[in-house]
Structures are given as structure tokens and as C-alpha cells.
């Protein structure tokens, strides 16, 4: 079984900065194309970031392009996405995402595995 967690989430202000962390447990981490999604309050769920594990660079959502960044330690199954220059359409549940899929993955249906999301707030 795999297990994504979560954490990082917290309250901010317009401007600041937060760090997600994701640390995935079972599976094979190198083999795993990582992402993070948000959930917006009366909104789709919406891809964010992610990070393949062979073949392809780094993806970017548009609304976060030059702001976020997301980076992957294999020795440690861990996943993080650095938040800079937050907004507060910024708020909401980000979610850590796994696939044994190749290359670029940006829909969410090819995701297996889920963590329980962490909730950002930006203020303004």
C-alpha cells in the first residue's frame, strides 16, 4: 500500500511564502511522477505542479509559472513545492499526487495515490 502525507498548510499574508511537504511511504519513490493539485473553494480541482520520475522537466500550472517551485529528494520519498510571492486566490487544499505513468502527467485520473491534502490560507 502507498501512502502519501502531507504538511506545511498554514495561515499567511499576501506576499509570504510557504513550504508542502510530501512524504510517501510503499512503492517505489523514484518510480513515482509527483504532483501537487489545490482544491479552490467553488472551483475545479486544479493542477499545480509536478515533477516526472524519467523523461520530461518540471510542469507548472499557469496561475503559479515564476512563483512556485517543486522539487524531489529520492533519498528521503519526499516531495516539496516551494510557495513564493503567495496571492490569496492562492487559498485553498493542496493535494500530493503519485503515478507510475513516464514522462509529463497533468491529469489527475492518472494519479493512483492521493494524500489527505493541507490547507493554504493567504490573506490579504
Known amino acids: 500500500q502507498v501512502y502519501l502525507v502531507e504538511s506545511g498548510g498554514g495561515m499567511v499574508q499576501a506576499g509570504d511564502s510557504l513550504r508542502l511537504s510530501c512524504v510517501v511511504s510503499?512503492?517505489?519513490?523514484?518510480?513515482?511522477?509527483m504532483a501537487w493539485y489545490r482544491h479552490i473553494p467553488g472551483k475545479e480541482r486544479e493542477f499545480v505542479a509536478m515533477v516526472p520520475w524519467i523523461g520530461g522537466n518540471k510542469t507548472y500550472g499557469d496561475s503559479v509559472k515564476g512563483r512556485f517551485t517543486i522539487s524531489r529528494v529520492n533519498t528521503k520519498s519526499t516531495v516539496h513545492l516551494q510557495m513564493d510571492s503567495l496571492k490569496p486566490e492562492d487559498t485553498g487544499v493542496y493535494y500530493c499526487a503519485a503515478s507510475n505513468i513516464p514522462g509529463i502527467v497533468r491529469l489527475p485520473e492518472n494519479y493512483d495515490y492521493w494524500g489527505q491534502g493541507t490547507e493554504v490560507t493567504v490573506s490579504s
Open positions: 510503499g512503492g517505489t519513490f523514484r518510480k513515482f511522477a
